[in-house]
């Protein structure tokens, strides 16, 4: 009976809490109707708000469904997420930073890249929530037609992806 006892205090009386990790997830696909990658970073409302409360006073203390407070949202993302060419003949032409949303309790953020080259042919860089959560994990998924890939930045591992990255070449007939 004190065993009955003990087990029952110990799980009516345990403090239950759980911890949410800091996660970024980062989708990136290349668009069938206008061939641009398009780029959607997803971040966590609380998250979001940890973004926001660095910013100036004037933006910290906006609402996080605003649209400057968003704004501030997206430019943290666009300073804090970078990509380039790994490939000769490979080329990021353009990155335009297209908007953010909220909607639940994610805060999205658009990208749309304009590429000369294949998608796997890409390196990123990944720092986002890095300077303010110190277990922050971003997580880069990659669709194209080399299958899917993830990669996962975190702040003690290399700002990188791991894989080797395979350059195609493309083969241009010689002028006779």
Same mark, same amino acid.
């Given at each position: 009976?004190?065993?009955?006892?003990?087990?029952?205090?110990?799980?009516?009386?345990?403090?239950?809490?759980?911890?949410?990790?800091?996660?970024?997830?980062?989708?990136?696909?290349?668009?069938?109707?206008?061939?641009?990658?398009?780029?959607?970073?997803?971040?966590?409302?609380? &998250?979001?708000?940890?973004?926001?409360?660095?910013?100036?006073?004037?933006?910290?203390?906006?609402?996080?469904?605003?649209?400057?407070?968003?704004?501030?949202?997206?430019?943290?993302? &666009?300073?804090?997420?970078?990509?380039?060419?790994?490939?000769?003949?490979?080329?990021?032409?353009?990155?335009?930073?297209?908007?953010?949303?909220? &909607?639940?309790?994610?805060?999205?953020?658009?990208?749309?890249?304009?590429?000369?080259?294949?998608?796997?042919?890409?390196?990123?860089?990944?720092?986002?929530?890095?300077?303010?959560?110190?277990?922050?994990?971003?997580?880069?998924?990659?669709?194209?037609?080399?299958?899917?890939?993830?990669?996962?930045?975190?702040? &003690?591992?290399?700002?990188?992806?791991?894989?080797?990255?395979?350059?195609?070449?493309?083969?241009?007939?010689?002028?006779?």
């Amino acid at each position: 009976m004190r065993i009955i006892t003990v087990l029952l205090c110990m799980t009516v009386c345990a403090p239950t809490m759980a911890h949410r990790q800091h996660h970024v997830w980062t989708e990136i696909h290349r668009s069938e109707s206008t061939h641009s990658i398009e780029v959607s970073h997803r971040i966590h409302l609380s &998250d979001a708000i940890t973004i926001l409360q660095q910013a100036p006073v004037g933006v910290a203390q906006l609402p996080i469904e605003s649209v400057e407070a968003l704004a501030h949202v997206a430019l943290y993302v &666009d300073r804090h997420f970078s990509l380039r060419a790994a490939c000769p003949g490979t080329e990021v032409r353009q990155i335009d930073l297209v908007g953010a949303g909220l &909607d639940d309790d994610f805060v999205y953020v658009y990208q749309e890249v304009t590429l000369k080259g294949q998608l796997h042919e890409l390196v990123f860089s990944n720092t986002m929530l890095h300077d303010l959560e110190p277990y922050a994990v971003g997580f880069v998924n990659v669709t194209g037609p080399m299958g899917q890939f993830t990669y996962q930045f975190a702040r &003690d591992s290399a700002q990188r992806q791991p894989e080797t990255i395979h350059c195609v070449q493309a083969l241009v007939p010689k002028a006779s």
